[in-house]
C-alpha cells in the first residue's frame, strides 16, 4: 500500500493515522493553510505552521486543539517523516512533505510560486509523489506581474477618487485583501475595510505580520469620510445591505477568473489578480518536484491531468471537496 492514500474523509497516511486537509472531522489533521475549505472545524488535534496558527485558531475557535511547527522543521508520526515548506499562496501557507522508508510524498495544497512580497516565497520540494492543485489548470489563464495588476487597480481607484466615487474592491477576506491593502498607493486616499477583513488583520498584525495602514468601516463615520476611499471587502458584500451605506461608488473584484468565468458577484470592473498558480506556474512546479505521479486535485482536473499524461507522467484525478477561489 502507498504511503497516502485518498478515501472518503481526504488525504489519509494510513501508517501515521493522519490526515492532510481533512474535509471531515477525524482524529488528527494536518492543516496546509488557514481557508475554510482547507481547515475545517470538528477534528479532535491540528497541526499546521506557526505562521498559520493564529488565523486558524481565530477561525476554528478557542476550543480547537491545534500545535504548530515552523517551515523545514520535522515530526515523526508513528516513523513517518514530516515537514511543511512555503507554498506561497497566503501568509502560513505550505505544502506538507511527507516520508517513509524512502518513500516521499508532497501535498501541496493550494500554491503560487510569485513572491507577493507578504505570504512566504514558494518552495520547491523534489518528491516521487507530487499531490497538486489545478484552480486554473488550463493555457488561457496567465497572469500579468503583480506590479502591472497593481498599477491597474492604482489607476482605477485614482480616477473614481478624482470623480469624488467610492472604490470597494471585493477579496477574500484572508490573503487577498492583506495583499491589496501592502500593494496599493496609500497616497490616493484611506484603505478602509469590512469587518471580516479587519478582524483577520487585527489577528495578523498581533502575530508580527507588517500590514499597511486600515480602518474598519464604523456606522458612525460621516458619507464624506467615504469619498476617496478604497474599501477592501468580501464578494459576497456587493449583495448585502451593508454596501448601500456608500451611496456613490464603484466596485471591482480581484480574482483570477476575470475575463474567462462568470463571476458570482458582478462588479463595474475586474483585475486578474490570483493567489493560485497560472497554467505556466503550475507546470514549473510540477517539473521542479522531479516526481513522476502526481494526483491533481480541485479546478481543472481531468483536462491538467490529460496534458500532464501527454508529457510523460504517471497522473490521475483525484477528486475533493476543496472550493478553490
Not at 474599501?231 to 459576497?236: E, K, L, R, S
Request: net charge neutral; proline share 3%; glycine share 8%.
Amino acid at each position: 500500500m502507498p504511503l497516502i492514500t485518498f478515501n472518503e474523509n481526504g488525504i489519509y497516511c494510513e501508517r501515521a493515522g493522519i490526515y492532510i486537509d481533512p474535509w471531515k472531522p477525524v482524529d488528527k489533521a494536518l492543516i496546509t493553510h488557514g481557508h475554510s475549505d482547507h481547515a475545517r472545524w470538528g477534528s479532535k488535534y491540528y497541526l499546521c505552521t506557526t505562521s498559520a496558527k493564529p488565523v486558524i485558531s481565530y477561525r476554528l475557535g478557542n476550543e480547537a486543539k491545534i500545535e504548530s511547527i515552523d517551515y523545514g522543521e520535522t515530526v515523526y508520526i508513528n516513523g513517518v517523516k514530516f515537514s511543511f515548506h512555503p507554498a506561497g499562496h497566503i501568509i502560513g501557507s505550505a505544502q506538507i512533505r511527507a516520508e517513509y522508508k524512502g518513500e516521499v510524498w508532497v501535498a501541496s495544497g493550494d500554491y503560487k510560486i510569485e513572491n507577493d512580497g507578504l505570504s512566504e516565497s514558494f518552495e520547491s520540494v523534489t518528491c516521487d509523489h507530487f499531490i497538486t492543485e489545478s484552480t486554473f489548470g488550463l493555457p488561457v489563464y496567465d497572469w500579468k506581474p503583480q506590479e502591472n495588476i497593481f498599477v491597474d487597480i492604482n489607476n482605477w481607484w485614482r480616477k473614481n477618487a478624482d470623480e469624488g466615487k467610492v472604490s470597494i474592491m471585493g477579496s477574500y477576506a484572508l490573503g487577498k485583501a492583506q495583499r491589496i491593502i501592502n500593494h496599493v498607493d496609500h497616497t490616493i486616499g484611506e484603505v478602509l475595510t469590512h469587518g471580516s477583513v479587519e478582524y483577520t488583520n487585527k489577528v495578523l498584525r498581533k502575530q508580527g505580520i507588517h500590514l499597511k495602514s486600515s480602518t474598519k468601516v464604523d456606522n458612525s463615520m460621516h458619507f464624506n469620510r467615504f469619498k476617496g476611499s478604497l474599501i477592501i471587502a468580501p464578494p459576497t458584500s456587493f449583495v448585502s445591505p451593508w454596501i448601500r451605506k456608500f451611496k456613490n461608488y464603484s466596485t471591482a473584484i480581484a480574482s483570477g477568473w476575470i475575463g474567462v468565468r462568470e463571476m458570482k458577484y458582478p462588479s463595474d470592473i475586474g483585475f486578474e489578480l490570483s493567489d493560485h498558480a497560472d497554467w505556466k506556474a503550475l507546470n514549473t512546479a510540477v517539473k521542479a518536484t522531479e516526481a513522476n505521479h502526481i494526483y491533481v486535485t480541485h479546478g481543472y482536473t481531468d483536462q491538467y491531468a490529460k496534458y500532464l499524461r501527454e508529457q510523460g507522467y504517471d497522473a490521475q484525478v483525484i477528486r475533493t471537496e476543496y472550493t478553490s477561489e
